[in-house]
T-cell receptor
Framework: EAGVTQFPSHSVIEKGQTVTLRCDPI?????LYWYRRVMGKEIKFLLH????????ESGMPNNRFLAERTGGTYSTLKVQPAELEDSGVYFC??????????????FGQGTRLTVV | LAKTTQPISMDSYEGQEVNITCSHN???????ITWYQQFPSQGPRFIIQ???TKVTNEVASLFIPADRKSSTLSLPRVSLSDTAVYYC????????FGAGTRLTVKP
């Protein structure tokens, strides 16, 4: 079974540019989560999809961030325009059902975004 | 949301048992206690989960007292490859990370 995959693994862009991160969850996993870690800080929750619907987007930092999950399969996270403080590692995770008993979240390797 | 508190760092030596304690004083009835491990340049990886009492799997044990306000992850006979950050989370429909415990295993 393929794990959660994220593309690209690294991205370096200039301030003001646009970047789109992609996450392919494990097949059949309805729940998809985005997190990010900025340098020296904790891993922070961004948002949670259930299929194609945004269940919780309370962690999205501002309207420069747009997440989509068309068709309930892969998800994209677009940052437009990127700012220096957006630099960090963006993680995606998926679960078959909602978090609770016997629910393991599978994480991707992350996308390291550097805004210069 | 229940907040967790763990030691920032711990050191150990190969072959020792390591116990990492996490406090979660305002844990809710529906919350499950879950531990993840993270190596550099990788995403977190599930280790173990429990609700109360003791849970054991092939890599770790999790001890949870009756009041559930704390939990202890026990790693038996650690090796150098167990050097990582360990996160304690309380989970129910939501998964928020704390600072984690950076475990360093020395030869």
């Amino acid at each position: 079974e393929a794990g959660v995959t994220q593309f690209p693994s690294h991205s370096v862009i200039e301030k003001g540019q646009t970047v789109t991160l992609r996450c392919d969850p494990i097949s059949g996993h309805d729940n998809l989560y985005w997190y990010r870690r900025v340098m020296g800080k904790e891993i922070k929750f961004l948002l949670h999809f259930v299929k194609e619907s945004k269940q919780d987007e309370s962690g999205m930092p501002n309207n420069r961030f747009l997440a989509e999950r068309t068709g309930g399969t892969y998800s994209t996270l677009k940052v437009q325009p990127a700012e220096l403080e957006d630099s960090g590692v963006y993680f995606c995770a998926s679960t078959r059902r909602g978090l609770g008993l016997d629910t393991e979240a599978f994480f991707g390797q992350g996308t390291r975004l550097t805004v210069v | 949301l229940a907040k967790t508190t763990q030691p920032i760092s711990m050191d150990s030596y190969e072959g020792q048992e390591v116990n990492i304690t996490c406090s979660h004083n305002n844990i809710a009835t529906n919350d499950y206690i879950t531990w993840y491990q993270q190596f550099p340049s990788q995403g977190p990886r599930f280790i173990i989960q429990g609700y109360k009492t003791k849970v054991t799997n092939e890599v770790a044990s999790l001890f949870i007292p009756a009041d559930r306000k704390s939990s202890t992850l026990s790693l038996p006979r650690v090796s150098l490859s167990d050097t990582a950050v360990y996160y304690c989370l309380v989970v129910y429909n939501d998964m928020r990370f704390g600072a984690g415990t950076r475990l360093t295993v020395k030869p």
